[in-house]
Every structure is written in C-alpha cells, then in structure tokens.
C-alpha cells in the first residue's frame, strides 16, 4: 500500500527512517552500489521527498490480514446461518437468503480489532 513521506528520523544505528502518512516507518538508506538514494543525505532532498509515494509493507501486511480474518468470519457465518436455517426446515432458497442476510450481522470493527491485535508484538 504506498503511503506519502510525512517526515523523517534516525534510527539508533544513524540511518535514515521516513516516516509515513499511516504511521509507520521505512528505512531509507543511501548504500551505494546496492541502494542508491543520495537525496536523503542531504536536507534539501528530504524536503524535496516529502509527499513522495513509498509502498508500505507493514500496511500491506495488516491489510492482508484484515482481509483473510474477514473472510474466515464470513465463510463460518454463512456456513452455520446455511445450516440453522436448514434445521428451522426453511427450503434451499431460504436457506440461502438467511446465509447471506446472515453477512450484515458481522460486526466489522471487532473483526479488524482481532486481526489487527496479533499483528502487534
Ligand atoms: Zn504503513
């Protein structure tokens, strides 16, 4: 997920972090022939990079993870609201219909907060 420069600091190693819009953090060293970045070691080319688009990985990670829980929760739920609905004796439509009416029941803020909280740590 690319997230713009918001600003910078140095790590406990003294190399160059940008820091970004989302909160987190991304090394951005001037290692030459491997990494080439010779703006970040002056000022100007700081400034000159803020704004700039770095794509977040932590970002991605979390998104991904947010996804995945998302879809366990949805696929468990149409699953038992199928079958409870197949034991009240509703027919296959109804089954269906409860199913999917089932989705707007999850309650998403607790889903991201669960997948979120083992990111950490
Ligand atoms: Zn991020």
């Known amino acids: 997920m690319k997230q713009p420069i918001t600003g910078y600091h140095k790590d406990a190693e003294d190399h160059w972090v940008a820091e970004l819009a989302c909160g987190h953090g991304q090394h951005v060293r001037h290692d030459p022939p491997w ?3 010779p703006w970040v070691t002056t ?3 700081r400034n000159n990079h803020l704004g700039v688009e770095l794509n977040c990985v932590r970002c991605d990670e979390a998104g991904l993870k947010v996804a995945t829980a998302l ?13 409870s609905a ?3 004796g509703l027919c296959d439509e109804g089954q269906f219909e409860s199913a999917v009416g089932s989705i707007q029941t999850l309650d998403l803020n607790k889903i991201v907060a669960k997948a979120l909280s083992t990111t950490k740590g």
């Open 71 to 83: 879809l366990e929760e949805c696929r468990k739920t149409l699953i038992e609201s199928y079958e």
């Open 86 to 88: 197949g034991i009240s």
């Open 35 to 37: 990494m080439e970045r």
């Open 43 to 45: 000022e100007e080319g």
